[in-house]
């Protein structure tokens, strides 16, 4: 019962300050890539608004000589911890403008260092002097309404407010068209990309 009523207090405050919400989903259609993973579906800027970063560091782990995740957008401010779980030793840098060009150092397996990206706009390659094949990207963005394609393309962005945006899309290596996307009071709206170099 007294779940029930928080439920409609939580449901009269949303009806009181107006604040509806929607889903944006659909799927990315990769041309030139081995899958349509790895795409960040985005809503680059509200007007008006600006969205604190999480309190709690996000977490890119190093496993079996791979970052992971590979692809991981962030709200500017947020900070990262990069965990070494490998039995060897790691370093991360980027060598980009926009986050610096930081260099963390080399620390050993179980520990932990961390950076906090400040630029919105930041596309930063994250790689190991230890290890030349390593490498991920960190997005850094104005707001938190986005979503990583899984391998078969799709992708949710879940409970955005209503309203008209441009939704953006973005790939290491391949390119694709910004779209404008009206987001209803309740439901779903689709928007699918195909990206190609």
């Known amino acids: 019962m007294k779940h029930f009523f ?9 009806l009181a300050s107006g604040s509806y919400a929607g889903d944006i989903k659909g799927k990315v259609k990769a041309k030139g890539a081995k899958h349509s993973g790895d795409a960040v579906i985005y809503i680059d800027s509200i007007s008006g608004k600006k969205f604190e970063p999480p309190k709690e560091p996000v ?15 962030i709200v500017a401010g947020t900070t990262v911890k990069y965990l070494n779980s490998d039995n060897v030793m790691h370093n991360v840098f980027s060598p980009n403008q926009c986050a610096e060009k930081f260099n963390l150092g080399t ?21 190991c002097n230890v290890h030349p094949e390593m490498e991920a990207y960190i997005l850094v963005l104005e707001t938190p309404y986005y979503a990583v394609s899984a391998k078969d393309g799709s992708y949710s962005i879940k409970n955005v407010p209503s309203g008209k945006y441009t939704l953006k899309i973005w790939h290491e290596k391949l390119k694709g068209d910004s779209k404008e996307v009206t987001v209803s009071e309740s439901g779903e709206v689709e928007a699918n990309f195909e990206i190609k170099k």
């Open 6 to 14: 928080m439920v409609l207090l939580g449901l009269s405050v949303c």
């Open 59 to 73: 977490v890119m782990d190093q496993k079996n000589l791979v970052f992971i995740p590979h692809v991981l957008p």
């Open 107 to 127: 620390w050993p397996t179980g520990q932990t260092r961390s950076y906090t990206f400040k630029n919105p706009g930041c596309n930063a390659v994250m790689l």
